[in-house]
């Protein structure tokens, strides 16, 4: 005789994957370069290599490849990346707001590097003013949220929330990140282990304590532009797969 239990689990699941909404994969190449459905603002660039996009980092600063065609709401996006190694830095930007759209134009001020390559003083200046002032890839800093690719920080929500998967030798191999929007949480799962979480609109958030981390005030809107980050020279991510699906019930 069936036990009851595995009938009804069965049931569930059954039901369970009916309701589940498909995943919709958004392009990332056409014709052998980045599809015209992304934009892209500040320095450096993303290139296609077999069959990826990978970043292409400037020694002038930040560049962001913004998704242009919609804004995306409630939902859950899945990533597919591979860092080149521990360094390789890079992140994915959600809930970013409408004025990302007129940042292609407007770099923002730029680094000046010394032999070592590390910038001046006097371009770091020019730089904060730029990030206080929100131009460029600047504006999604302060305007919507990062979850962070960048060695043993990989998962983290930049600034708001540490991960608590460990990513030490991580990099080299391919790695899927499911990032949930709901309300005002953020929801991040890598390799099929809970990476952190924040809920935006409490009042006790980790003070900001440095210009490259983001502004707490403003209010980010619940659908918003998404966006890939170059780094640093030398922090080379691979991306080759963004999907994206909409939560049972939820507005996209």
Not at 116 to 130: F, I, N
Request: net charge positive; aromatic share 8%.
């Amino acid at each position: 005789m069936r036990n009851p239990l595995s009938s009804l689990l069965a049931l569930l699941m059954c039901v369970a994957a009916l309701g589940a909404a498909e995943w919709r994969q958004l392009p990332l190449t056409k014709d052998g370069k980045i599809h015209p459905d992304w934009g892209f603002t500040g320095y450096g660039k993303f290139v296609v290599e077999d069959g990826a996009i990978r970043t292409d980092p400037d020694t002038k600063g930040l560049g962001l490849l913004v998704y242009k065609k919609e804004k995306l709401g409630n939902c859950q996006f899945r990533l597919v990346f591979k860092a080149k190694d521990a360094r390789s830095n890079s992140g994915f930007y959600v809930r970013v707001a409408d004025g990302i759209l007129k940042q292609f134009d407007q770099p923002g001020a730029a680094f000046e590097r010394d032999a070592a390559g590390k910038p001046t003083d006097a371009s770091e200046e020019k730089v904060k003013a730029s990030s206080e002032r929100e131009e460029g890839p600047w504006y999604a800093v302060h305007q919507g949220y990062e979850v962070q690719i960048a060695g043993g920080s990989t998962g983290s929500i930049y600034s708001l929330a540490n991960t608590a998967v460990d990513s030490k030798d991580a990099h080299g191999k391919w790695r899927t990140m499911v990032i949930t929007l709901e309300g005002d949480r953020i929801d991040v799962e890598l390799d099929g282990k809970q990476a952190s979480s924040v809920d935006t609109s409490r009042k006790d958030l980790p003070p900001r304590n440095i210009y490259h981390a983001p502004k707490r005030e403003p209010k980010r809107p619940e659908a918003g532009y998404i966006g890939l980050q170059t780094h640093d020279p030398g922090d080379i991510v691979w991306f080759k797969e963004i999907s994206v699906r909409p939560l049972a019930g939820a507005k996209k």
